[in-house]
Structures are given as structure tokens and as C-alpha cells.
């Protein structure tokens, strides 16, 4: 899984350097391919900084985040920025919903790594599976609805259209303009579902199921 990792950062990377190379021309040329060009390189710009970020979190406080999140955490990251804004991915049908579904596994899957955070060895075992997959689950949509007030908050302050109430500039009426939103909540809900599952049943075979979900100490010499 480590070579995974280094794959996806090297994705990361290559993909967004490969983006300027062939975006950055076109747009001073004057013939942009996307349209909000000059937006969507900044943003594509600010993903490999997102990518790169577990790496200096783990730097400047000495610690690693558990190997399985950062696979999941890369993936998003890739389909999010580069593919989803940057090569407009997110005119796809359900591409959105897919990442939500991706994003919600791996906030459940962060639950399991601060409740192993906060438990110590010892406990664990004595502890029912289903409140520690209760607890993944539970943390996994509660940040997919903070999201969803995020959307809400900066629709409003900045005019924005995360929420997709807007269909060519006009205002959607009733049920449709809840679709999006209620779409986004659903994934978010059967995303940390599926791994919450997946936790009760694995932690009902073996506790140490749960090792591969623990932030490590890094040693100093």
C-alpha cells in the first residue's frame, strides 16, 4: 500500500505540473480550454498543496495518520481538485456523489482513528463493535453536514451555486431545488455506512482489525 501512496502523490504532482504545461499556454495564448481558466489553475495549483499536506502535518507535529486514510485521502484529492475542478469532472453525471461517497468513507474511517487515538490498548477489546462502528459512522455524516452548511453559508454571502439551487442563473422551485443537497446527504450517509459495516464486522472477528487505523508516533533520534 506504501508504493500505492507514492503513486498517487506522484499523480498528484505529475498531473497537475501536465495541467499547466498544456493549460497555462492556451489561456496566455488567449484561447482557453476550460472555461474560468485563470481560476481553475489556482485551484488546481492549491491541490497539490491539499495532497501534500498530510506529509507536513505529520513533519511539524511527529506523528503519521494511518496508511489506509491517506490512500482514500489521495484518491479524493485526485477526482476532487485536479480531475473534478480542474478538467471540469464535475459536469459528469454523479461524479460529485461518487466523491461524496469517498469523502464519507474516509471520515468514518478518521473516526476509527481518533477513537483509537483516545482508547487506550488495553480497552479496546472490552468495548462493543457496535459502538465503535456506531461512532465512525456517526462522525463520518455529522462532517458530511457541516459540509452541506458550509455550501449553504457561502451560496448566500458570496453567490455561489454549491448547491445547485441555481439552474442558468434561475432560482429552483421546491423539491428540485432540495435535490442536490439531499442527493450530496444521502452518499455521505451510505458512504460511512458501508465502512461503518465493514468495521463491525471485521472488529467482531479480531479487535487488532483496528491496528491499520491507528496514528503512529514518530521516533526521534
Known amino acids: 500500500m506504501q508504493r500505492l501512496l507514492k503513486g498517487l502523490y506522484g499523480l498528484n504532482l505529475l498531473g497537475a505540473v501536465g495541467y499547466y504545461v498544456v493549460c497555462l499556454p492556451a489561456l496566455l495564448a488567449g484561447h482557453p480550454i ?13 491541490g497539490v498543496l491539499l495532497a501534500f499536506l498530510p506529509l507536513i502535518i505529520e513533519h511539524g507535529f511527529k506523528f503519521r495518520f494511518p496508511l489506509v486514510l491517506k490512500v482514500i485521502y489521495e484518491c479524493f484529492i485526485l477526482g476532487s481538485v485536479l480531475l473534478g475542478t480542474g478538467m ?32 487506550p490498548v488495553a480497552k479496546r477489546a472490552e468495548i462493543d463493535p457496535l459502538l465503535i462502528s456506531g461512532f465512525a459512522f456517526c462522525f463520518g455524516t455529522t462532517i458530511g453536514v457541516f459540509w ?24 429552483l422551485v421546491g423539491r428540485a431545488a432540495l435535490m442536490d443537497t ?39 533520534k
Request: net charge neutral; hydrophobic share 50%.
Open 148 to 171: 452541506e452548511f458550509y455550501e449553504f453559508t457561502f451560496d448566500g454571502l458570496l453567490g455561489m451555486n454549491m448547491q445547485r439551487f441555481l439552474a442558468n442563473g434561475v432560482p
Open 88 to 119: 471540469q469532472f464535475y459536469n459528469i453525471p454523479y461524479w460529485d456523489k461518487f466523491l461524496h461517497l469517498f469523502s464519507a468513507s474516509l471520515l468514518a474511517g478518521l473516526g476509527l482513528a481518533l477513537y483509537s487515538a483516545r482508547t
Open 34 to 46: 476550460y472555461p474560468g481558466q485563470k481560476g481553475l489553475l489556482a485551484q488546481v495549483a492549491a
Open 182 to 220: 439531499m442527493g450530496d446527504l444521502f452518499a455521505d450517509v451510505f458512504g460511512a455506512l458501508v465502512l461503518a459495516v465493514w468495521a463491525y464486522v471485521m472488529l467482531n472477528r479480531d479487535h487488532k482489525w483496528l491496528q491499520p487505523f491507528t496514528f503512529t508516533k514518530l521516533t526521534t
